[in-house]
């Protein structure tokens, strides 16, 4: 059965630093999206994209934040300087027809 | 008001036994209604679509009622294994590629 795939599965960094969470979508599915969830806490969602560009975005996503599809399989979420507040488990989630979504395993970022 | 409400639970029940979760939702214009489950520190993963006619995927049964603003889900003869967290997600309205709104989950723990 066709999964999510997510890289790496636990980043550390440092406050300030940038760090490039990688996804690999479904191959067949044309909406893709970030979530992330703080310990304990519901999951968010981030952003959605689709046909090369943003389609929607939530208060959290500022401008530290962007995303691309730099080829035909990669979907990354870069954090230009990360904040303590930023760890949290990033979920990269795809979606065929843009109603359900199935989402990858995860990538837990720690801040020091 | 939280855009999507559970109790959180913990439901515990003994294996066999039935149980039920209910979800209510803030937003009246939400069209696409679904049930995830999430293991400890693992995605979320889709349980099943709920419509507005009801489902029923094997033990579990998800209804909605759109007057009311909940959505429920029924679980028979509980197993061991079922026992993770419940998530209920809604989005706000039919256009494809909608982010997805989580509920804070319901844990239910299933013991022997």
């Known amino acids: 059965e066709p999964e999510v795939t997510q890289t790496p599965s636990h980043q550390v960094t440092q406050m300030g630093q940038e760090v490039i969470l990688r996804c690999v979508p479904i191959?067949?599915?044309?909406?893709f999206y970030w979530y992330r969830q703080i310990l304990g806490q519901k999951v968010e969602f981030l952003v959605s994209?689709?046909?090369?560009?943003?389609?929607?975005k939530s208060e959290i996503f500022d401008d530290q934040f962007s995303v691309e599809r730099p080829d035909g399989s990669n979907f990354t979420l870069k954090i230009r300087s990360t904040k303590l507040e930023d760890s949290a488990m990033y979920f990269c989630?795809?979606?065929?027809?843009?109603?359900?979504?199935?989402f990858g395993p995860g990538t837990r970022l720690t801040v020091l | 008001r939280k855009e999507v409400e559970q109790d959180p639970g913990p439901f515990n029940v003994p294996e066999g036994a039935t149980v039920a979760f209910n979800c209510t939702y803030s937003?009246?214009?939400?069209?696409?209604f679904f049930w995830y489950r999430q293991d400890c520190r693992k995605e979320p993963k889709l349980l099943m679509s709920v419509y507005s006619s009801g489902n029923e995927d094997g033990r579990f049964t998800a209804q909605l009622n759109r007057a009311s603003q909940y959505i429920s889900l029924l679980i028979r003869d509980s197993k061991l294994s079922d026992s993770a967290t419940y998530l209920c997600v809604v989005t706000p309205d039919n256009n494809a590629g909608n982010m997805l709104t989580f509920g804070g989950g319901t844990r239910l723990m299933v013991k022997p």
């Open positions: 994209f689709y046909n090369n560009e943003i389609s929607e």
């Open positions: 989630a795809s979606s065929e027809a843009g109603t359900e979504q199935f």
């Open positions: 937003n009246s214009a939400s069209q696409s």
């Open positions: 191959s067949n599915h044309l909406y």
